[in-house]
């Protein structure tokens, strides 16, 4: 046997044994059935209404967690945002200052052929003139002729 014909089988059993039309509830007969618990119901439902509002600390305390959490990331949000409008300046630094080389630098194989590929001869030029405005000449305390002595060895 098929288990849809057990069904039916079973279904028709069961309208037979039992009254097959759908139940309805009809509220006036509980009512009247059961007067105690219906006026216990009603008595707890106006003792409810006229509670009023509740305590403060119970209302704050009653706001769910989520809500907390999303005003707390609201006003960190527009704090961080005044900060980064209207915060702290720093001063803006003016045009940078570029290292003066060392005066070996300045005239070293390495420097001048920097010039030179650079600029060519005029850019090696340049580069002499500002190696000598830097370095100058210099006054010597040595005379000549000492310098003299001292190239030809009689010292």
Not at 84 to 96: A, Q, V, Y
């Amino acid at each position: 046997m098929s288990e849809h014909r057990d069904e039916k089988w079973l279904d028709g059993k069961l309208r037979r044994a039992v009254d097959g039309t759908s139940p309805v509830f009809d509220a006036e007969a509980w009512k009247q059935r059961y007067a105690n618990e219906y006026e216990a119901l009603l008595a707890r439902g106006k003792q409810a209404a006229g509670r009023g509002k509740p305590h403060p600390a119970r209302r704050i305390l009653g706001v769910s967690f989520g809500k907390l959490a999303l005003a707390a990331a609201i006003v960190i949000t527009a704090g961080l945002l005044l900060v980064g409008r209207f915060g702290i300046r720093r001063p803006t630094p003016g045009p940078r200052q570029v290292a003066q080389p060392a005066p070996a630098q300045m005239v070293s194989m390495m420097s001048l052929s920097a010039a030179f590929r650079r600029g060519g001869i005029d850019e090696l030029d340049k580069q002499c003139d500002r190696a000598m405005e830097r370095l100058g000449p210099r006054p010597s305390s040595i005379s000549m002729q000492e310098l003299f002595k001292d190239i030809d060895g009689k010292g």
